[in-house]
């Protein structure tokens, strides 16, 4: 008995090719997705790693300079690095470079100072208001806040900047004081490093 060929079995349907394209299509929206927000990360990720040289930058020059920090054990009243929470920061003058040599110890810590502030506006996203109003270098008792009127040569240098990373829901300071977030938005907020050492 001879078998004859099935008809039926000639290739696809096309609601199977239509299902195939529309998985693939799925699926390479989901990798785009996980592309972009790998992205995000990964800048949000670069700015930290800048804010913590930044600080262990400027640590490095307090500790070069403690002769401008303290006295007998003490912290001075009248440190030359201390910059206040709202207040302006040195910026470099007209014809200034950050060449330090040759310079007595208030001028050389001023000019120092006033090119690290060029380096964070560099490599940080901040700008003037977030320079004045959350980054400072203070006295603290405990490593967490400022404390005015403290000898005890313990510093605290704060950074800020824009950050996607700070979205609505993400913990801020108001509600944990060990937060990252300052604030939290829809389109991002400002993100913060914290470093306390000893000059």
């Known amino acids: 008995m001879r078998m004859r ?3 039926d079995e ?3 349907y096309l609601i199977e090719v239509m299902v195939a394209v529309m998985l693939t299509s799925v699926a390479l929206l989901g990798m785009v997705a996980l592309q972009a927000r790998s992205i995000t990360y990964a800048h949000d990720s670069q700015q930290r790693q800048n804010a913590i ?8 020059s307090m500790q070069a300079n403690r002769e401008g920090l303290v006295r007998n054990g003490k912290l001075k009243g009248d440190a030359a690095f201390l910059v206040a929470e ?12 950050c060449v330090t040599s040759g310079l007595g110890v208030s001028d050389r810590i001023r000019r120092e100072l006033a090119c ?7 490599q940080l ?11 400072f270098i203070c006295a603290t008792r405990d490593g967490k806040s400022c404390a005015s009127g403290s000898e005890q040569p313990l510093l605290l240098i704060q950074l800020a900047w824009h950050s996607r990373n700070c979205r ?9 004081a060990s937060a990252a977030c300052l604030t ?16």
């Open 5 to 7: 060929p099935r008809h």
């Open 10 to 12: 000639r290739g696809f």
């Open 53 to 60: 040289l930044l600080a262990a930058d400027l640590a490095r």
């Open 86 to 97: 709202g207040s302006a920061f040195p910026s470099l003058g007209s014809g200034e470079s």
């Open 116 to 122: 690290w502030t060029t380096q964070v506006q560099r």
């Open 125 to 135: 996203a901040t700008d003037a208001t977030l320079l004045k109003d959350s980054t």
């Open 168 to 176: 609505s829901g993400s913990p801020t300071t108001a509600d944990d």
């Open 184 to 199: 939290a938005d829809a389109d991002g907020g400002v993100e913060r490093y914290r470093l306390s050492f000893q000059p």
